[in-house]
Nanobody
């Protein structure tokens, strides 16, 4: 099982980034997917989730209206489009997979990527 994130980097406040996470080794269509992030000195927090069938999404209040999660089951890939980035969005971003059609509970996510760094300068 592998989850490989990409797309992170350094961007100025107000800019955009698109994160990708390619999954392999499991039946991607059966899994809810999510993005989490962890900033230095802070606990990991949930950013956004998407159901296995792509018909339900969740966004943390801090990113709602700025971030968009999507998935392409044909490509085993989940995306996070991040617009209007703020310095407080700086963190390592992780994608995760849960064997359930839908969940927002971090404990349900059994597979995790290695993370990609997002740094937003002011």
């Amino acid at each position: 099982v592998q989850l490989v994130e990409s797309g992170g980097g350094l961007v100025q406040a107000g800019g955009s980034l698109r994160l990708s996470c390619v999954a392999s080794g499991f039946s991607f269509d059966d899994y809810a997917m999510a993005w989490f992030r962890q900033a230095p000195g802070k606990e990991r927090e949930g950013v956004s989730c998407i159901s296995s069938t792509d018909d339900s999404t969740y966004y943390d209040a801090s990113v709602k209206g700025r971030f968009t999660i999507s998935r392409d089951n044909a490509k085993n890939t989940v995306y996070l489009q991040m617009n209007s980035l703020k310095p407080e969005d700086t963190a390592v971003y992780y994608c995760a997979a849960a064997l359930t059609p839908w969940t927002e509970y971090e404990g349900d996510f059994e597979y995790w990527g290695q993370g990609t760094q997002v740094t937003v300068s002011s």
